[in-house]
């Protein structure tokens, strides 16, 4: 039976028994702006005039968009006020749902009390109980003697017992007084006042804390503070006490607004007690786009010592940071010039038994280029102009200028043929550090290729599923004349791996200073295997090989190549499955008669919280490494982390980790210990111990989530899912 309480009631005469319709009168109430009408349910309806209806066996309340069950309802129309017993289930608008025993609302206002209620918040951010609930309004709630957990229902191995709790459901913020924060029964953290989310949004506030122990700095705790300053813009501002040097204060701010973002990093151990000094470290990126054809950018970083990384650093990955960039630049792009301008140099951090040196600095590096089509040709030029700077080496400035001209003498859709020519032109203007003695120099070398190839389709059917195939064979020759370089001077030049980009280049060197003489022909055939659906490519296998017919004088300090066959290479990659990828190349050197580089990386990824890695890398004379690591559930609740990376030729890990995982439904627990090399005879050792609980915060020494995925390609929170991968047989 529906009965509407209209806004304008004043009086009302129904009565309803056993089930019998009634009739009803009405006069005019002012009506309430904006409110609408109530609208009850129920087996059973009892109205008494003027005052009240009560509503009895299912029944239910709706009015501006709260819905209210339970077992017997008593509403006062005129009041707008409504008292439920038994049962009572409160729907906000909101999403919200709180039940308990008894419940008074004014359905108007909002405003109202529960007893002993439950609150059941939206998505996986948990649920609150209290002895009592005052209601604010529908978007706050303040309870008392309450507790509050992310398990569900009938679990409560993790909660937050406070004295009163606050809940703001527009901020999503919940604030409790007098926590303690229980797991297992058994309180590990007491706080007079805390504030935690109620969603994943930003919110400012303090961040769990994050400790840990090291080898060098002894007890290490870092407390930060996240400050969401604007939708645009927040900070992290964290102080860490580092037990044997000192406290240290590190601080984040990034900002996004129309056409520019950055980050700006400022951190600080002044007197630090091992060293006797104040350890720095300041970083800065900037993106700005000016207008629709000009941007710039800037990219800094700076330290106070070299050894900044080695003893403060919490990663591998920062302390083997051996040049840190100091860069600003713009680009234009207009009227089809492509033109870029830069200033770059390096602050490069030496370990005093392996020192290396600098890089140049380019003060100023400025670059353009353009292209375009003339009679089916293309016409295109590019040019460079840098300043290197050094304080030990050779330094001078350097003007490259090359135009092109290349023109299609075949261009189908499965054929092309295309001639090149290019016109190198550098000119060397030597600086006052020049204590080679070097004159000032130029060079103009032509330079001659022909790159070729073909494509050819079929349909495929692999495994009972149907592919596209290609094969793709492709020649590339190359002609560059002898022109003696021994008195050019070396700022950017190296030799390059020969890889599947390097082999039709038209230099057998990268950067500027040397370009090789070359009269060769490189042949390749590469197969591609493609989805028919979406056209991703699951799988590439190339096959290349140069063929040189002279031996080449330009060398780098090192024997040069050799007539012949020079070099071969071998390179595959795809999904061998959907949940195994492969990667390996094979580059074997003709005039050495041997294997001058060769890599194997294989990933298997079944599921989230399964992975396998296996690397292997070999570079003769320089490295030899090989890299495994994994996560991977060994039961229903417990999981494996670790990686393992060695070096054969130092005859030493560079980088250990071990550890276990623990996961449950509204939890997860880690032990990790991690072992990195640092500098040549230093090594860092940590160990982390976290309770994290879900949706909540993580309690424990150190950031383990951060160790293992930057140590564990594919590695995943299983507890982001809430459930525990299937254990493998």
Same mark, same amino acid.
């Given at each position: 039976m ?10 009302l005469l ?5 089930n019998? @319709?009634?009739a009803?009168?009405?006069s005019?109430v002012?009506a ?7 609208v ?5 309806l ?6 009240? /209806? ?23 129309p005129?009041?707008r006020?409504?008292?439920a017993?038994?049962g009572v289930?409160?729907? !906000?608008?909101?999403?919200d ?6 419940? @008074?609302m004014?359905?108007?206002?909002g405003?109202g009390?529960?007893?002993?209620p ?6 996986d951010? %948990? ?6 609930m005052?209601i604010q ?5 303040s ?8 398990c ?9 017992n &406070? ?6 459901r527009?901020d ?16 590990f953290i007491?706080?007079?006042?805390m ?24 007890l290490d ?26 406290v !240290?204060?590190n601080?984040?701010f ?18 630090? @007690?091992?060293?006797n000094?104040?350890?720095?470290h300041f970083?800065v ?17 700076? =330290?106070?010592?070299?050894a900044?990384?080695?003893d403060?650093?919490?990663s ?8 840190l960039?100091q860069?600003?630049g ?7 010039w492509?033109?870029?301008i830069?200033?770059q ?5 030496q370990?005093?038994?392996a020192? #290396?040196?600098a890089?140049?600095?380019? &003060?100023p590096?400025l ?13 295109a030029?590019?040019?460079?102009y840098?300043?290197?700077? @050094?304080?030990?080496?050779?330094d ?10 290349s023109?299609?003498l ?8 295309t001639p090149k ?9 030597? %600086? ?5 003695g ?15 190839? &073909?494509?050819?389709?079929?349909d ?5 599923s149907d ?6 064979p ?5 002609? =560059? ?9 070396n700022?950017?030049?190296a030799?390059p ?6 082999m039709?280049?038209e ?5 500027g ?7 060769? /022909?490189?042949?390749a055939t590469?197969?591609?295997v493609?989805s028919?659906?979406? %056209? ?13 017919f002279?031996?080449?004088?330009v060398t780098?300090?090192?024997?040069g190549?050799?007539?012949? /066959?020079?070099d071969?290479?071998?390179?595959v ?7 195994l990828?492969?990667?390996t190349?094979?580059d ?9 580089q ?11 919280g399964?992975?396998?890695?296996? %690397? ?8 030899q490494?090989?890299? /495994?690591s ?39 627990l880690?032990?990790?210990a991690?072992?990195f090399?640092?500098?040549?005879f230093q090594? #860092?050792?940590?160990?982390f ?5 879900n949706?909540? &915060?993580p ?18 929170k299983v507890n982001?899912n809430?459930a525990?991968? !299937?254990?493998?047989?």
């Open positions: 529906r009965f509407r309480v209209l806004p304008t009631l004043a009086s129904f009565c309803v028994m056993h019998a @319709h009634a009803t009168a009405a005019g002012p309430v702006p904006g409110e609408t009408e109530a009850l349910d129920a087996d059973r009892v109205g008494q005039k003027d005052s009240q /209806i009560e509503a009895t066996g299912e029944a239910t309340l709706r009015k501006d968009g709260k819905l209210i069950r339970a077992d017997k309802l008593l509403y006062m005129n009041e006020e409504v008292d017993q038994g289930l409160l729907e !906000q608008p909101s999403g749902k709180i039940s308990g025993p008894h419940l @008074h004014n359905m108007t206002t405003r009390e529960m007893e002993q439950q609150f059941k918040f939206q998505g951010f %948990g649920r609150a109980s209290g002895s009592v005052e309004d529908k978007q706050h709630y309870l008392d003697n309450a507790t509050y957990t992310t569900p229902a009938g679990n409560d191995d993790w909660q937050l &406070m004295g009163t709790l606050q809940l703001d527009v999503q913020v919940g604030t409790a007084h007098n926590a303690t924060v229980e797991f297992k029964g058994v309180p007491y706080a007079p006042w504030d935690f989310p109620l969603d994943s949004g930003r919110k400012s506030g303090f961040l769990a804390p994050i400790q840990g122990t090291t080898s060098n700095g002894g705790v870092t407390l930060p503070y996240y400050w969401n300053i604007a939708p645009n813009a927040d900070a992290t501002i964290a102080p860490r006490e580092i037990s044997k040097r000192g !240290q204060l601080n984040e990034r900002y996004l607004g129309a056409g520019y973002s950055g980050i700006l990093n400022a951190d600080i151990l002044p007197n630090d @007690h091992l060293s000094s104040n350890r720095e970083a990126k900037h993106n700005q786009a000016i207008d629709s054809s000009t941007s710039g950018y800037v990219n800094y970083e700076r =330290v106070s010592d070299n900044y990384y080695t403060l650093g919490t591998i990955f920062s302390t083997a940071q051996v040049n960039l860069e600003a713009a680009k234009f792009n207009a009227d089809g492509n033109s870029s830069r200033v140099q390096y602050q490069t951090l370990d005093p038994a020192p #290396i040196v890089p140049y600095a380019r &003060m590096e670059n353009t280029s353009t292209a375009t089509n003339l009679s089916g040709a293309t016409l030029f590019t040019g460079q840098v300043d290197f700077v @050094h304080p030990t080496m050779v001078g400035s350097r003007l490259t200028l090359a135009p092109s001209l023109y299609p075949v261009s189908e859709p499965a054929v092309y043929v020519l290019t016109l190198s032109s550098t000119q060397y203007t030597m %600086g006052a550090n020049n204590v080679a070097l004159p000032n120099a130029s060079r103009n070398l032509p330079l001659f290729s022909v790159d070729s190839g &073909m494509s050819f389709e079929r495929a059917n692999f495994f009972g592919y596209l195939q290609t094969l793709e492709r020649a590339f020759y190359l002609y =560059v004349p002898y022109r003696n370089q021994t008195l050019l001077p700022f950017d030049t030799l791996d020969f890889n599947q980009t390097q039709f280049s230099n057998r060197f990268v950067g200073d040397l370009i090789g003489d070359a009269n060769q /022909i490189t042949l590469t197969t591609r493609l028919k659906n979406s %056209g991703a490519e699951l799988f590439n296998l190339t096959l290349g090989q140069r063929f040189s002279i031996t080449p004088q780098l300090n090192t024997p190549a050799s007539m012949g /066959i020079s071969t290479l071998l390179a990659s795809g999904n061998m499955t959907r949940a990828s492969l990667e190349a094979i074997y050197n003709n005039s050495t008669s041997g294997t001058q060769y890599s194997w990386v294989a990933h298997y990824r079944p599921e989230p399964k992975t396998f890695n296996f %690397g292997y890398q070999y570079q003769r004379d320089i490295y490494q090989i890299d /495994i994994q996560q991977w559930p060994i039961s229903q609740h417990w999981g494996t982390v670790a990686r393992m990376n060695y070096s054969f030729l130092d005859k030493r890990l560079l980088n250990a980790v071990g550890g276990l995982e623990y996961n449950q439904s509204c939890w997860a880690r032990f990790v991690q072992r090399v640092t500098t040549t090594s #860092i050792t940590g160990f111990v976290q309770l994290e609980l949706n909540f &915060m309690f424990g020494t150190g950031d383990p989530i951060s160790v293992l995925r930057q140590s564990i390609p594919g590695y995943s982001d809430h525990s991968p !299937q254990v493998t047989p």
